[in-house]
């Protein structure tokens, strides 16, 4: 703006420096002969032309100026005025949104118990997507009226409601025909595809007369006798099985946690209660010797006997404190926050994040931290580095030099699994910008090497096996040097013959035809080296994971 009143006047000047001018070359004439008049009016002639150019130049630049800042303020204006609409169409579609989802549940709600209370003749309700067998009623005296259901009600139900998901045929009528050892095998032989399978099973067991009797009794073979393996190791059948059993508890409580769709008593009566307290009170003997340590917090028997007590709500029948103590059992499972929810112990976490830090569990007592919000009181950077220091601490051998190279290698071993848990931990709960990982990156890549490169000298050290010499005289020393002539007579045939009437299968002794004692030729005897063939064709089955 200063810049525009600046030239301007200028150009307002330019009339008195014309008449300078002008003066200036009046006085010049008069020192001259011959005149100037024809000249000077051509001079200034020329610069009034100039001094109008540029007032017409400056007067459209200036107009030009104007005209963009009104376009500008325009377009500004415009764009507030989209932008409240668009907020203000957004806002209504989302109140329209939830308006109709809260009609949908509290119609399916309503339809329901209008359900319960109908009946001359079954009424059949269809769900578009929805369990595949018919809703009926009990019977009333014939003059009852039963409620009518619009079915264009119905499917007006969001796509996004979780009843859009459908049971395949084999699931809905294992469910429906209550069997369960049916239902056990059928997860066993499908488990490539358990997590579709996962999806379908609420709804499958929705469509079975009694769910929760049918829960309750794949529980039957839970802690049936474990089938000794040749390895040590644990029943890869039976884990499956208890898996299989945890999993078919929390898809009953899935079930039952959508009021909307069932009635948590018409499912859950008293008779239903007392026979799940059974149960429990039959699985809790077994878990008064569960060593915490042993269960590294992933103790199934524990997770099912939890899952038993929330599923079925007989948490309240239990003591409290028994129950706490067996959380840190199965403190590195992912569904520890929710069953303690479910439990009615998120009043108690604190004290159970307290026991997890005072056993050396500091990850598992971060996940808990996040999972109630108690990181204030649990600091997860803090905790994670108590953990590593722990962790270096029961790394170090007490004399170095002294320890096996076994030992070393479990120290070693150890460290390596801290870090790694540490760095997963940080990534999860996105902890980089309060603890980078770099340097524990580094010390992971020293330890790997430091494996590997032990790895390498415990493979070269091994004694390799010789092989026999073709001509079957076994490993016998090298003879130089030889000046008996007849040495060379003693050597037996390269093809020596084959006694067909005395065939035996042992070797004969010495003869004339072997070479002199000197030699000390060996039996013949291969050390005996199979590889890692197995020619029973043997196959490991992978232990059954959900």
């Given at each position: 703006m200063e810049d525009a009143q600046s030239v301007a006047t200028l150009i307002d000047s330019t009339t008195t420096k014309i008449q300078q001018l002008q003066?200036?070359?009046?006085?010049?004439?008069?020192?001259?002969?011959?005149?100037?008049?024809?000249?000077?009016?051509?001079?200034?002639?020329?610069?009034?032309?100039?001094?109008?150019?540029?007032?017409?130049?400056?007067?459209?630049?200036?107009?030009?100026?104007?005209?963009?800042?009104?376009?500008?303020?325009?377009?500004?204006?415009?764009?507030?005025?989209?932008?409240?609409?668009?907020?203000?169409?957004?806002?209504?579609?989302?109140?329209?949104?939830?308006?109709?989802?809260?009609?949908a549940l509290f119609f399916i709600g309503d339809a329901f118990k209008k359900y319960k209370t109908s009946s001359v003749k079954p009424v059949v309700?269809?769900?578009?997507?929805?369990?595949?067998?018919?809703?009926?009623?009990?019977?009333?005296?014939?003059?009852?009226?039963?409620a009518a259901v619009d079915p264009d009600e119905v499917n007006k139900i969001s796509d996004n409601e979780t009843m859009d998901v459908k049971p395949r045929p084999e699931l809905a009528k294992l469910c429906e025909e209550m069997d369960s050892k049916g239902l056990h095998k059928y997860i066993?032989?499908?488990?490539?595809?358990?997590?579709?399978?996962?999806?379908?099973?609420?709804?499958?067991?929705?469509?079975?007369?009694?769910?929760?009797?049918?829960?309750?009794?794949?529980?039957?073979?839970?802690?049936?006798?474990?089938?000794?393996?040749?390895?040590?190791?644990?029943?890869?059948?039976?884990?499956?099985?208890?898996?299989?059993?945890?999993?078919?508890?929390?898809?009953?409580?899935?079930?039952?946690?959508?009021?909307?769709?069932?009635?948590?008593?018409?499912?859950?009566?008293?008779?239903?209660?007392?026979?799940?307290?059974?149960?429990?009170?039959?699985?809790?003997?077994?878990l008064d010797d569960l060593d915490v340590d042993a269960s590294s917090g992933n103790s199934l028997e524990a997770h099912a006997f939890?899952?038993?007590?929330?599923?079925?709500?007989?948490?309240?029948?239990?003591?409290?404190?028994?129950?706490?103590?067996?959380?840190?059992?199965?403190?590195?499972?992912?569904?520890?926050?929710?069953?303690?929810?479910?439990?009615?112990?998120?009043h108690k976490?604190?004290?159970?994040?307290?026991?997890?830090?005072?056993?050396?569990?500091?990850?598992?007592?971060?996940?808990?931290?996040?999972?109630?919000?108690?990181?204030?009181?649990?600091?997860?950077?803090?905790?994670?580095?108590?953990?590593?220091?722990?962790?270096r601490k029961a790394s170090s051998p007490t004399k170095p030099g002294n320890a096996s190279p076994t030992a070393e290698n479990e120290v070693n071993d150890r460290e390596l699994t801290s870090l790694k848990a540490v760095v997963?931990?940080?990534?999860?709960?996105?902890?980089?910008?309060?603890?980078?990982?770099?340097?524990?990156?580094?010390?992971?890549?020293?330890?790997e090497k430091a494996k590997a490169d032990k790895k390498r000298v415990a493979e070269a050290a091994k004694p390799q096996p010789k092989r026999p010499r073709a001509n079957g005289g076994g490993f016998a020393p090298r003879v130089s040097n030889i000046n008996d002539k007849s040495f060379y007579a003693t050597v037996p045939d390269r093809y020596p013959p084959y006694n067909y009437e005395n065939m035996h299968y042992v070797y004969p002794g010495h003869t004339n035809n072997h070479p002199t004692p000197v030699l000390g030729a060996a039996a013949y005897n291969i050390p005996p080296n199979h590889g890692s063939y197995f020619g029973n064709g043997y196959a490991y089955q992978a232990p059954y994971l959900h």
């Open positions: 003066q200036a070359f009046a006085e010049l004439e008069n020192h001259r002969a011959v005149s100037l008049n024809l000249k000077w009016k051509e001079l200034e002639a020329h610069f009034h032309g100039l001094e109008r150019s540029l007032k017409r130049r400056f007067d459209d630049l200036g107009d030009q100026e104007k005209e963009f800042k009104n376009k500008a303020a325009e377009a500004r204006e415009l764009l507030e005025k989209k932008k409240a609409a668009v907020k203000a169409k957004e806002h209504a579609s989302l109140e329209k949104l939830q308006q109709k989802r809260d009609a309700v269809k769900v578009e997507d929805s369990c595949e067998s018919d809703l009926t009623v009990e019977e009333k005296p014939p003059d009852m009226k039963v066993s032989d499908n488990r490539k595809n358990l997590a579709t399978i996962r999806e379908e099973i609420p709804f499958a067991l929705m469509i079975s007369a009694d769910p929760a009797r049918l829960v309750l009794d794949s529980l039957e073979d839970f802690y049936r006798i474990e089938a000794p393996t040749s390895d040590g190791k644990r029943d890869s059948g039976l884990l499956g099985l208890r898996r299989t059993c945890i999993m078919l508890m929390e898809c009953l409580a899935q079930s039952l946690a959508d009021t909307g769709r069932v009635c948590f008593s018409d499912v859950i009566n008293h008779d239903i209660k007392e026979h799940a307290k059974a149960i429990a009170e039959e699985w809790k003997p077994k939890l899952q038993l007590l929330a599923t079925f709500d007989i948490a309240g029948d239990f003591d409290e404190e028994e129950i706490l103590k067996l959380i840190p059992t199965v403190s590195r499972r992912r569904q520890t926050a929710d069953l303690c929810r479910l439990l009615g112990l998120s976490m604190p004290g159970v994040i307290e026991v997890l830090v005072n056993t050396g569990r500091q990850i598992d007592a971060v996940n808990l931290a996040y999972a109630f919000e108690l990181t204030e009181q649990f600091s997860p950077v803090v905790l994670l580095k108590s953990h590593l220091k722990e962790a997963k931990c940080i990534e999860e709960h996105k902890l980089e910008g309060q603890y980078p990982v770099d340097p524990l990156q580094k010390r992971i890549s020293q330890l």
